[in-house]
């Protein structure tokens, strides 16, 4: 009877950016229809798609008065996100990335922690979908109810600057209340590809009165191509990089997050350890030259130094010495392992 109440007074918008996903569209939008939590509505954002994922969008939109279609120029996801709030008409949100999908349950399972509190966000777990296996995903906090100081010490002073996240920072796997997003577009880059998930999420979980971490719920399927994600060399990463220290350093400060500078620095080093990563894969023969000027910068150097950080892990301590001396013997040792694994996988 409760949820059926909760249904009755909540409507949950549930936005979608697409772009060229033709090849998991139709799954992805089946599984958010198919929810047995009713009063939802679907916002497709087609993102100037090349394939056929924009008649795929037109397509639901024509067979389900719950569906519409949204079609704007290219601008990355996090602008597509935000083309889909606009248009939404819920009291809550909910994003669900057009290669991924979602258990018919989900809706219910989280709008049932619901209370209608401006600013409360529930979170669920997820299962990463690899090409060979599935594996379950958990917050790295206990689950529970988080509000007022607790919220603010256990969740916000912890949100980033630590190498495993208390909560995963992606704006998928989370029920939004509206108000969590006003105010916060002065923060958003939309030139940002990777990290592009807290440059809006961030600002929003500061801006949050009650969170909620489920526990067990693992409602939402996370498509994980390892092939592309890790394997890949991107030339942008450090300079997305930039950009979001930039956009989460204004958004810390601005809402008064304690030691913000310390955190947010903690953060970003931690960020550069993946572009080590990313660099040792560059198939440039200067490479070398290249991580000698991202992380041999006397900024990078005194960001790197002056910043304690608490690194586990073999791999990770190997990155995390690459880093603090880019012109050592080891950058090359690195490579060749990362050379001898990507062809192992």
């Not at 918008?13 to 229809?33: G, H, T």
């Not at 010490?153 to 208390?166: S, Y």
């Not at 041999?296 to 608490?310: A, D, F, V, W």
């Amino acid at each position: 009877m409760e949820e059926e109440m909760t249904e009755k007074r909540i409507k949950i918008s549930v936005i979608v950016p697409v772009y060229n996903a033709q090849a998991y569209l139709r799954e992805c939008v089946d599984s958010i229809l198919s929810q047995t939590y009713q009063h939802i509505e679907v916002i497709l954002v087609d993102d100037a798609s090349t394939d056929d994922s924009g008649r795929i969008c037109d397509d639901y939109g024509g067979q389900d008065e719950r569906v519409r279609v949204v079609h704007k120029e290219n601008g990355g996801p996090g602008s597509a996100c935000v083309a889909g709030m606009k248009a939404a008409s819920g009291d809550y949100y909910m994003f669900v990335d057009s290669d991924d999908y979602v258990e018919p349950d989900t809706l219910s399972g989280m709008a049932a922690h619901l209370t209608r509190q401006e600013g409360e966000i529930v979170c669920c777990n997820h299962l990463q979908e690899k090409q060979k296996k599935t594996e379950p995903v958990y917050s790295a906090i206990a689950p529970g109810v988080y509000q007022g100081d607790k919220l603010e010490r256990e969740i916000k002073q912890r949100l980033v600057g630590r190498q495993q996240r208390i909560l995963p920072m992606s704006r998928c796997m989370k029920l939004y209340q509206k108000a969590v997003f006003e105010g916060n577009e002065k923060y958003y880059d939309y030139r940002i590809r990777f990290g592009e998930d807290s440059n809006m999420t961030y600002p929003a979980m500061l801006n949050s009165t009650r969170i909620v971490v489920m526990k067990d719920a693992l409602y939402y399927h996370y498509r994980y191509v390892e092939s592309s994600m890790t394997h890949n060399y991107d030339q942008g990463i450090y300079d997305s990089l930039q950009r979001v220290r930039t956009c989460m350093m204004r958004a810390a400060l601005d809402k008064g997050v304690p030691d913000a500078k310390q955190a947010v620095n903690r953060e970003y080093c931690y960020m550069l350890l993946f572009v080590m990563k990313n660099e040792l894969r560059n198939p440039s023969a200067g490479y070398r030259k290249r991580i000698r000027e991202i992380f041999g910068s006397k900024e990078n150097q005194e960001r790197i130094r002056s910043t304690p950080l608490s690194v586990s892990g073999k791999l990770d301590k190997l990155l995390y010495q690459a880093a603090r001396h880019p012109g050592g013997v080891l950058i090359p040792l690195l490579r060749m392992v990362f050379r001898l694994y990507d062809r192992k996988n």
